[in-house]
Nanobody
Framework: QVQLVESGGGLVQAGGSLRLSCAGSGRTFRTYAMGWFRQGPGKEREFVATISSSGGSTFYADSVKGRFTISRDGAKNTVYLQMNSLKPEDTAVYYC?????????????????????WGQGTQVTVSS
């Protein structure tokens, strides 16, 4: 069983920054590709960013490219999402997710149905 716990959400003004953290459990956490997704009010959950197990490959949704950065710290079993230049449309509950089937260190996944475990989510609210 994999447990994921997000933190770092909150209320910020447009143009501000936040860093989300996702702490994972398990000795094999370092072999998981990880992703961040979000669900805004009245919207479906959407892909934000993903990182391979090695950390060497990342991919972003067009809406956040150049503003958000995903990273991971293997020693801490933690994945981060640095969010800069935040906009009101970034307001959402942010979820981290783990893809636990290992196919290679450089693989990442943008489809939410590829992920096996999810955190409880953390609220990010950006005021205008």
């Amino acid at each position: 069983q994999v447990q994921l716990v997000e933190s770092g959400g909150g209320l910020v003004q447009a143009g501000g920054s936040l860093r989300l953290s996702c702490a994972g459990s398990g000795r094999t956490f370092r072999t998981y590709a990880m992703g961040w997704f979000r669900q805004g009010p009245g919207k479906e959950r959407e892909f934000v960013a993903t990182i391979s197990s090695s950390g060497g490959s990342t991919f972003y949704a067009d809406s956040v490219k150049g503003r958000f950065t995903i990273s991971r710290d293997g020693a801490k079993n933690t994945v981060y999402l640095q969010m800069n230049s935040l906009k009101p449309e970034d307001t959402a509950v942010y979820y981290c997710a783990a893809h636990t089937r290992y196919y290679g260190a450089s693989y990442y996944y943008t489809n939410q149905y590829e992920y096996d475990y999810w955190g409880q989510g953390t609220q990010v609210t950006v005021s205008s």
